[in-house]
C-alpha cells in the first residue's frame, strides 16, 4: 500500500458526489436539422443520475433474463429490429429528460417521446449532453 504525504492542498474524498451531481439538469437547446436552436429546452440529467442508471440496468436486466430464457429453450435470442432499437433510443432519451422550457405544452414523458420520434436528432443531443460528465461538475 502506498502512503500519499498529505499536503497543504487536501480534499475530503467524500466531497466528490458524480451522482449527485448528474441529478441535477442542465438546459438544453435542441437543434433543428440544420444545426439551428429551435427554442425547444428540455432539462436533461447526466449519465450517472440514479434514474438513468435504474433504467440501463433494468435493460441488460431484460436482456440477461432473455438470454437465460433462450438457453434454457437452445435457442438464440432473435436480434431486435431496427424499430426495437429506435424505440430502446427514444426510451433511453426520454429517461434523461426531467422536464422542459419553452413548450406550451405541460411536461409529460408520452408527448416528449412523440417530439423524440418525430425529431431523432434530438434523441442523440439529449445522450450527448447526458453523457458529457463535464456538464454536471460543481462548477458549472
Do not use: Y
Request: aromatic content about 6%; hydrophobic content about 40%.
Amino acid at each position: 500500500m502506498v502512503n500519499i504525504m498529505k499536503d497543504s492542498k487536501s480534499f475530503d474524498i467524500l466531497s466528490f458526489n458524480a451522482v449527485e451531481n448528474s441529478a441535477h439538469a442542465i438546459d438544453v437547446d435542441m437543434l433543428d436539422l440544420a444545426g439551428n436552436e429551435t427554442g425547444v429546452v428540455l432539462c436533461v440529467i447526466g449519465k450517472h443520475s440514479d434514474a438513468v442508471r435504474k433504467w440501463v440496468s433494468k435493460i441488460v436486466a431484460k436482456a440477461q433474463f432473455d438470454n437465460e430464457i433462450a438457453r434454457k429453450k437452445n435457442q438464440v435470442v432473435k436480434d431486435k429490429t431496427l424499430e426495437e432499437m429506435q424505440e430502446q433510443n427514444i426510451e433511453g432519451a426520454a429517461v434523461r429528460v426531467s422536464g422542459w422550457k419553452n413548450v406550451s405544452q405541460e411536461f409529460s414523458v408520452e408527448l416528449l417521446k412523440s417530439a423524440l420520434r418525430n425529431n431523432p436528432q434530438w434523441v442523440d443531443q439529449i445522450i450527448e449532453q447526458s453523457d458529457q460528465v463535464g456538464n454536471f461538475t460543481q462548477a458549472r
